[in-house]
Antibody, heavy 121, light 108 residues
Framework: EVQLLESGGDLVRPEGSLGLSCAAS????????MSWVRQAPGKGLEWVST????????YYADSVKGRFTISRDNSKNTFYLQMSTLTAEDTAVYFC??????????????WGQGTLVTVSS | EIVLTQSPATLSLSPGERATLSCRAS??????LAWYQQKPGQAPRLLIY???NRATGIPARFSGSGSGTDFTLTISSLEPEDFAVYYC???????????FGGGTKVEI
């Protein structure tokens, strides 16, 4: 069974930093692009970032570019999101998600349960 | 940025009825559109990709259609477990970005 498990969500002060992790199991992790998608409280979905299967290519939404860094460790079946210079607008549930096979990494067929990041003083 | 507008915002129906959800793009996204279902407190679930392809394990009562700027998700006969929020998502300008629509809530 494909499973994704996020961790790391927390309360953080504005301008602070936080790192999220997503542990994957049940599939060949190093064959799939992986992504982060967030959802502010009571709002819709917003794509945040994607990393290629090898980790060699990364993509970011304009809203987080320069502040967030996505990475992965294929030996640990885990990928990460390092967030810095956080603002209240980054408050959201962060979901990790698995892309469809190679040619469609931008559609997400498996999601974690989400981890809440709250940015507040 | 391509904007996706979903309508209606809320759809009030009964089990057994047909649901028709709309997603309109601000410019053509070809067939690069997906639909997701999200229930309260849960992660989204992929239903349809590339406008009309059902994802693995999705019941046949869910179908997608459209191309260009106008897309439709149809649920042929609502089951109790189908009451949820539905989002469309486009990837026309990948890797320059992905966007989601604002969602349609299907309620009893």
């Amino acid at each position: 069974e494909v499973q994704l498990l996020e961790s790391g969500g927390d309360l953080v002060r504005p301008e602070g930093s936080l790192g999220l992790s997503c542990a994957a199991s049940g599939f060949t992790f190093n064959s799939y692009a992986m992504s982060w998608v967030r959802q502010a409280p009571g709002k819709g979905l917003e794509w945040v970032s994607t990393i290629s299967a090898s980790g060699g290519t990364t993509y970011y939404a304009d809203s987080v570019k320069g502040r967030f860094t996505i990475s992965r460790d294929n030996s640990k079946n885990t990928f990460y999101l390092q967030m810095s210079t956080l603002t209240a607008e980054d408050t959201a549930v962060y979901f990790c998600a698995k892309g469809l096979p190679i040619t469609r990494p931008y559609y997400f067929d498996c999601w974690g349960q989400g981890t809440l990041v709250t940015v507040s003083s | 940025e391509i904007v996706l507008t979903q309508s209606p915002a809320t759809l009030s129906l009964s089990p057994g009825e047909r649901a028709t959800l709309s997603c309109r793009a601000s410019e053509s996204v070809s067939s690069y559109l997906a639909w997701y279902q999200q229930k309260p407190g849960q992660a989204p679930r992929l239903l349809i990709y590339d406008a009309s392809n059902r994802a693995t394990g999705i019941p046949a009562r869910f179908s997608g259609s459209g191309s260009g700027t106008d897309f439709t998700l149809t649920i042929s006969s609502l089951e109790p477990e189908d009451f949820a929020v539905y989002y469309c998502q486009q990837r026309r300008n990948w890797p320059r970005g992905l966007t989601f629509g604002g969602g349609t809530k299907v309620e009893i």
